[in-house]
Protein backbone atom coordinates (compact mmCIF):
# COMPACT_ATOMS: atom_id res chain seq x y z
CA UNK A 1 0.00 0.00 0.00
CA UNK A 2 1.18 3.34 -0.70
CA UNK A 3 1.82 5.21 2.00
CA UNK A 4 0.50 8.72 0.35
CA UNK A 5 -2.59 7.30 -0.69
CA UNK A 6 -5.51 9.01 0.64
CA UNK A 7 -8.02 8.25 3.07
CA UNK A 8 -11.71 8.45 3.36
CA UNK A 9 -13.58 8.36 5.93
CA UNK A 10 -16.31 5.68 5.16
CA UNK A 11 -19.24 3.91 7.20
CA UNK A 12 -22.40 2.45 5.67
CA UNK A 13 -25.59 3.52 7.04
CA UNK A 14 -29.49 2.47 6.32
CA UNK A 15 -31.36 5.72 5.08
CA UNK A 16 -33.97 6.55 7.56
CA UNK A 17 -37.66 6.46 5.94
CA UNK A 18 -39.47 9.72 5.63
CA UNK A 19 -42.46 9.60 7.75
CA UNK A 20 -40.00 8.35 10.53
CA UNK A 21 -37.97 11.03 9.96
CA UNK A 22 -40.65 13.41 9.73
CA UNK A 23 -41.77 12.17 13.03
CA UNK A 24 -38.76 12.50 14.88
CA UNK A 25 -38.27 15.87 13.44
CA UNK A 26 -41.12 17.59 14.50
CA UNK A 27 -40.63 17.01 17.87
CA UNK A 28 -37.14 19.10 17.38
CA UNK A 29 -38.80 22.34 18.28
CA UNK A 30 -39.28 21.09 22.32
CA UNK A 31 -35.30 20.80 23.33
CA UNK A 32 -34.81 24.79 22.55
CA UNK A 33 -31.13 24.44 23.50
CA UNK A 34 -29.97 22.26 20.96
CA UNK A 35 -30.39 20.72 17.40
CA UNK A 36 -30.84 17.13 15.40
CA UNK A 37 -27.90 16.00 13.53
CA UNK A 38 -28.35 17.46 10.01
CA UNK A 39 -27.88 14.43 8.72
CA UNK A 40 -30.15 10.93 10.55
CA UNK A 41 -29.52 7.91 9.52
CA UNK A 42 -28.54 4.16 11.27
CA UNK A 43 -25.10 3.31 10.92
CA UNK A 44 -24.62 -0.40 10.28
CA UNK A 45 -20.88 -0.56 10.36
CA UNK A 46 -18.43 2.52 11.23
CA UNK A 47 -15.46 1.57 8.60
CA UNK A 48 -13.58 4.93 9.67
CA UNK A 49 -10.25 6.05 7.41
CA UNK A 50 -10.21 3.81 4.60
CA UNK A 51 -6.92 4.43 1.58
CA UNK A 52 -8.62 5.45 -1.81
CA UNK A 53 -6.50 2.66 -3.39
CA UNK A 54 -9.35 0.16 -1.76
CA UNK A 55 -12.38 2.21 -2.50
CA UNK A 56 -13.27 0.11 -5.78
CA UNK A 57 -12.92 -3.25 -3.56
CA UNK A 58 -15.31 -2.25 -1.23
CA UNK A 59 -18.18 -0.89 -3.82
CA UNK A 60 -17.80 -4.30 -5.25
CA UNK A 61 -19.02 -5.92 -2.28
CA UNK A 62 -21.56 -3.82 -1.59
CA UNK A 63 -22.98 -3.64 -4.74
CA UNK A 64 -23.18 -7.23 -5.12
CA UNK A 65 -23.17 -8.39 -1.62
CA UNK A 66 -26.84 -7.27 -0.90
CA UNK A 67 -28.62 -8.08 -3.72
CA UNK A 68 -30.85 -10.48 -1.91
CA UNK A 69 -33.48 -7.76 -0.09
CA UNK A 70 -34.09 -7.92 3.20
CA UNK A 71 -37.02 -6.82 5.01
CA UNK A 72 -35.48 -4.84 8.13
CA UNK A 73 -38.07 -2.57 9.84
CA UNK A 74 -37.48 0.46 11.83
CA UNK A 75 -38.52 -0.60 15.14
CA UNK A 76 -37.85 2.25 18.24
CA UNK A 77 -38.13 1.22 21.15
CA UNK A 78 -36.90 4.22 23.47
CA UNK A 79 -33.74 7.05 23.86
CA UNK A 80 -30.47 6.79 25.49
CA UNK A 81 -27.46 8.38 25.76
CA UNK A 82 -24.23 6.98 24.69
CA UNK A 83 -21.83 5.97 26.09
CA UNK A 84 -23.70 6.09 29.34
CA UNK A 85 -26.01 9.17 30.89
CA UNK A 86 -22.89 10.57 33.27
CA UNK A 87 -21.11 10.40 29.91
CA UNK A 88 -23.06 11.62 27.39
CA UNK A 89 -22.05 12.33 24.02
CA UNK A 90 -25.15 11.89 22.33
CA UNK A 91 -28.92 11.25 22.76
CA UNK A 92 -29.83 8.36 20.77
CA UNK A 93 -33.49 7.17 19.73
CA UNK A 94 -32.61 3.03 20.01
CA UNK A 95 -33.72 0.45 17.67
CA UNK A 96 -35.11 -2.81 17.97
CA UNK A 97 -32.53 -5.10 16.82
CA UNK A 98 -34.40 -7.93 15.06
CA UNK A 99 -33.43 -11.11 13.23
CA UNK A 100 -33.43 -9.46 9.70
CA UNK A 101 -31.44 -6.26 11.44
CA UNK A 102 -28.59 -8.33 12.52
CA UNK A 103 -28.58 -10.66 9.34
CA UNK A 104 -28.03 -7.16 7.78
CA UNK A 105 -25.49 -6.29 10.05
CA UNK A 106 -23.64 -9.73 9.69
CA UNK A 107 -23.80 -9.54 5.87
CA UNK A 108 -22.53 -5.91 6.00
CA UNK A 109 -19.40 -6.90 8.09
CA UNK A 110 -18.92 -9.68 5.82
CA UNK A 111 -18.28 -7.03 2.89
CA UNK A 112 -16.15 -4.90 4.99
CA UNK A 113 -14.13 -8.33 5.65
CA UNK A 114 -13.88 -9.19 2.22
CA UNK A 115 -13.15 -6.05 0.79
CA UNK A 116 -10.49 -4.27 3.61
CA UNK A 117 -9.49 -7.36 5.34
CA UNK A 118 -11.29 -5.40 8.42
CA UNK A 119 -12.58 -8.01 11.20
CA UNK A 120 -15.78 -8.06 12.04
CA UNK A 121 -16.50 -6.05 15.58
CA UNK A 122 -16.84 -7.76 19.18
CA UNK A 123 -18.89 -5.28 20.75
CA UNK A 124 -22.68 -6.14 19.71
CA UNK A 125 -24.80 -4.67 17.70
CA UNK A 126 -26.95 -2.12 19.17
CA UNK A 127 -28.72 0.04 16.51
CA UNK A 128 -29.74 3.49 17.03
CA UNK A 129 -30.43 7.06 15.61
CA UNK A 130 -28.30 9.78 16.67
CA UNK A 131 -30.39 12.76 17.33
CA UNK A 132 -28.00 15.37 19.27
CA UNK A 133 -24.07 15.67 19.69
CA UNK A 134 -22.70 17.32 22.75
CA UNK A 135 -19.94 19.05 22.53
CA UNK A 136 -19.86 18.68 26.54
CA UNK A 137 -22.24 16.39 28.31
CA UNK A 138 -24.68 18.01 29.67
CA UNK A 139 -25.45 19.29 33.00
CA UNK A 140 -28.15 17.89 35.45
CA UNK A 141 -31.18 20.16 34.97
CA UNK A 142 -30.46 20.16 30.74
CA UNK A 143 -30.04 16.18 31.57
CA UNK A 144 -33.25 15.79 33.36
CA UNK A 145 -34.73 18.50 30.36
CA UNK A 146 -34.09 15.88 27.50
CA UNK A 147 -35.05 12.86 29.60
CA UNK A 148 -38.69 14.52 30.52
CA UNK A 149 -38.69 15.10 26.03
CA UNK A 150 -37.95 11.52 25.44
CA UNK A 151 -40.52 10.26 27.64
CA UNK A 152 -43.24 12.37 26.42
CA UNK A 153 -42.30 11.57 23.33
CA UNK A 154 -45.39 9.92 21.22
CA UNK A 155 -45.35 6.01 19.46
CA UNK A 156 -43.53 6.83 16.68
CA UNK A 157 -44.32 5.08 12.94
CA UNK A 158 -42.56 2.05 12.33
CA UNK A 159 -41.64 1.45 8.39
CA UNK A 160 -39.19 -0.47 6.31
CA UNK A 161 -35.70 0.63 5.42
CA UNK A 162 -36.07 1.12 1.97
CA UNK A 163 -32.18 1.85 0.90
CA UNK A 164 -28.11 1.21 2.43
CA UNK A 165 -25.60 3.95 1.63
CA UNK A 166 -22.16 3.34 1.33
CA UNK A 167 -21.05 6.72 2.66
CA UNK A 168 -18.11 9.38 2.65
CA UNK A 169 -17.71 11.70 6.16
CA UNK A 170 -16.05 14.96 5.69
CA UNK A 171 -15.46 16.56 9.31
CA UNK A 172 -16.12 19.85 9.10
CA UNK A 173 -16.12 23.09 12.14
CA UNK A 174 -20.09 22.96 10.76
CA UNK A 175 -20.21 19.07 11.56
CA UNK A 176 -20.08 15.71 9.22
CA UNK A 177 -21.12 15.95 5.66
CA UNK A 178 -21.77 12.88 4.36
CA UNK A 179 -21.78 12.02 0.46
CA UNK A 180 -23.02 9.23 -1.24
CA UNK A 181 -20.90 6.91 -2.86
CA UNK A 182 -23.46 3.87 -3.64
CA UNK A 183 -26.69 3.05 -2.89
CA UNK A 184 -28.79 0.17 -2.41
CA UNK A 185 -32.20 -0.40 -2.78
CA UNK A 186 -33.96 -3.00 0.09
CA UNK A 187 -37.13 -3.90 -2.66
CA UNK A 188 -39.84 -6.27 -1.24
CA UNK A 189 -42.22 -7.51 -4.28
Known amino acids: MNRSDPKLRLFI ?12 TQYEKEIPYWRFCRE ?12 AGKLDSLLDGFEN ?17 NPSEKRAGSLCLKMQCSHAMQ ?3 DKVDDIVLNALGLPKETRSFQPHITLIRF ?17 AFPKLPEPFASKI ?16 LSEQE ?3 L
Not at 140 to 149: F, G, I, Q, V
Not at 165 to 180: K, N
Open 13 to 24: ALEIPSELKKAI
Open 165 to 180: ILFQSELTRDGAVHTA
Open 40 to 51: LHLTMRFIGDTP
Open 103 to 105: ELK
Open 135 to 151: RKPPNPLDLSRLKKWGD
Open 65 to 81: GLREPRKVRFTPVGYGF
Open 186 to 188: LDY
